[in-house]
C-alpha cells in the first residue's frame, strides 16, 4: 500500500481501477461511496500522509466532521471517475 500512496496520481489510478471494479460487480454510487468513507477512516488511523496532496486530504479530513468526511469520500471517488 505504502508504494501506491507514495505519488498522488499513483493513488488516484489506484482508486480508479477500484472504483470500476466495483461498479462492474454492481455494486451503488452510495455503497462506493460508505467504501471510500471507510478507507479515509482507515488511512487516517493507519498511514502517514506521503506527499503534499495526502497532507491536505488529512488535514481537511481531521478538520471535517463525519458529514465532510463522507463528501470527501465522495468527491474522490467522483474525481477518479473523471480522471
Not at 14 to 42: H, P, W
Not at 69 to 76: L, Q, T
Request: proline residues 1%.
Amino acid at each position: 500500500m505504502s508504494t501506491v500512496l507514495s505519488n498522488f496520481d499513483t493513488w488516484k489510478h489506484f482508486l480508479s481501477d477500484r472504483v470500476t471494479q466495483a461498479k462492474k460487480m454492481g455494486l451503488t454510487e452510495d455503497t462506493i461511496a460508505n467504501l471510500a468513507y471507510e478507507i479515509g477512516s482507515f488511512l487516517d488511523e493507519k498511514v502517514d500522509p506521503k506527499n503534499d496532496e495526502e497532507s491536505v486530504l488529512k488535514q481537511l479530513w481531521d478538520v471535517g466532521d463525519e458529514s465532510e468526511r463522507k463528501a470527501i469520500a465522495s468527491c474522490m471517488v467522483k474525481m477518479v471517475e473523471k480522471s
